[in-house]
């Protein structure tokens, strides 16, 4: 799968990830060049899907031995709850648990770093910790793009 982010990834977001959604369209917000991660080029064991049963058992895991841990404004969410709103319906709209930099520093402390996670994909996107997995479009094709063209007319596809 393809995600794509509309601004430099490596100017990230706090907790050290950039955020990617799967839909192209939705990084005209965000102009000057285009970024994309692709997760069937990652390896399996740095990647986690957000709603399977692997995923909740870290977080389970996690927040039954480092609960105490948790930011002050978040140590009343359930485990439940952490572990569903980590993969939000639509990352553009709200990320979730991935919008505030407390609980996503806690994530990549007690969740994701310790299990050698760099990627977790989300219904509609994804959230990456390793800007070496990240990618430019070509400024050329951007242009094309950019001008109206669909990815497909611009005879471009990430490799």
């Known amino acids: 799968m393809i995600y794509w982010r509309g ?4 100017k990230k977001s706090y907790g ?9 369209d939705d990084c005209y917000a965000y102009l000057g060049a285009v970024y994309y991660i692709d997760t069937d080029k990652v390896p399996d064991t740095v990647l986690v899907y957000a709603g399977s049963n692997f995923y909740k058992k870290l977080v389970y895991t996690a927040y039954e031995e480092y609960q105490d841990m948790l930011p002050y404004a978040d140590n009343e969410i359930s485990k439940e709850d952490l572990f569903k709103f980590s993969n939000p319906k639509n990352i553009i709209d709200s990320a979730d648990v991935w919008d ?10 007690y969740v994701l770093e310790p299990n050698g996670i760099t990627v977790v994909e989300t219904e509609d996107g994804c959230i990456v910790f390793d800007d070496d997995l990240i990618k430019r479009m070509p400024p050329e094709v951007y242009n094309l ?11 471009w596809f990430p490799s």
């Open 16 to 24: 050290g990830m950039a955020m990617f959604v799967d839909n192209i």
């Open 7 to 10: 601004y430099n990834p490596k």
């Open 145 to 155: 793009w950019y001008e109206n063209m669909s990815l497909e007319e611009t005879g």
């Open 100 to 109: 505030g930099q407390s609980l996503v520093t806690w994530m990549w402390d």
